[in-house]
């Protein structure tokens, strides 16, 4: 990423770029930005599929993910958003790899249907949790937008404790983990393996292009994206709410679901006026 796309993305997310160092108290910072300020969604992912084009997806590449981001609010799902994450942790200078893990891994056990971070810290003195120093490893994700970054600890298990999305993790054969976390669109855990700790921009890019066949995201309009005291989810053409309470669904009429998708979640009009039918 150039200086100046740099520049303009971290004014959107509000932060300073003084502020951010390399260490835990810098990467809590960026990504706690991230998850209030970028939502995880399939707008472009729709309006590309349903065009007929058989083109590359346009947002898999950072700069143009956040040309849209910065125009029509719009995000990514998980490949997408992943590889602009990592360009711009790479730009700020973090250590960060990219993962690929098996999302619902019970059911679907060993597929690489999901992109996630790996960031190392380096904090010689205080560290982030608990004030812990040192080299740290932490799950950065995009996708499930936990709030904070998940501590990993090899062999261990490990916790992020978080009032609506708590998030938990196991080790697995082979020195890797699985992460159990929450939706606000589901009921439960949701399960997710990582099966391969480092892997290519080119990667995820073809994982991306695979998913045109084979995601859950492809024939409805999906969107995430978290504020202060809630997270807002919008499946099946409802609105989902969960906060201290609970998870509440709110029935939105045809007529309104423009206003309120550009209201909750930030999408401009004129890229809701391209967004098709749902199952079209």
């Known amino acids: 990423m150039d200086s100046g796309l740099v520049a303009a993305v971290l004014a959107k997310l509000g932060v300073d770029r003084g502020s951010v160092t390399t260490g835990a108290p810098g990467l809590e910072l960026v990504y706690g930005a991230w998850c209030q300020g970028?939502?995880?969604d399939n707008v472009v992912k729709r309006?590309?599929?349903a065009s007929g084009d058989t083109g590359p997806i346009p947002n898999g590449q950072p700069d143009a993910f956040f040309a849209s981001w910065l125009e029509h609010g719009t995000g990514g799902t998980c490949w997408p958003s992943t590889l602009a994450l990592h360009a711009l942790l790479v730009a700020l200078g973090f250590d960060v790899r990219i993962g690929s893990a098996a999302?619902?891994?019970d059911l679907a056990p060993g597929v690489h249907s999901h992109g996630t971070l790996l960031v190392t810290t380096h904090d010689g003195g205080e560290g982030g949790e608990g004030g812990e120093g040192g080299d740290r490893l932490w799950w950065v994700d995009s996708s499930m937008l936990t709030g904070a970054p998940v501590p990993l600890r090899p062999g261990e298990p490990s916790k992020?404790?978080?009032p609506l999305r708590p998030v938990r993790v196991e080790p697995v054969d082979g020195g890797l983990w699985r992460v159990f976390w929450v939706s606000s669109g589901t009921t439960g855990e949701l399960p997710c393996r990582l099966l391969d700790d480092n892997v290519t921009e080119?990667?995820?890019r073809a994982r991306y292009e695979w998913s045109r066949e084979f995601s859950p995201f492809n024939q409805t309009l999906y969107a995430t994206r978290n504020t202060p005291e809630a997270v807002h989810t919008w499946a099946m053409g409802?609105?989902?709410t969960l906060d201290r309470d609970g998870a509440h669904i709110t029935e939105?009429?045809?007529?309104?679901?423009a206003d309120t998708l550009?209201?909750?979640f930030g999408f401009s009009a004129d890229v809701l006026a391209r967004v098709p039918p749902d199952n079209s």
């Open 38 to 40: 970028v939502p995880f």
């Open 47 to 49: 309006i590309h599929l």
């Open 103 to 105: 999302m619902r891994d």
């Open 160 to 162: 992020l404790d978080h």
């Open 202 to 204: 080119e990667h995820c």
């Open 238 to 240: 409802s609105l989902v």
């Open 252 to 257: 939105v009429a045809a007529p309104d679901r």
């Open 262 to 264: 550009q209201t909750v």
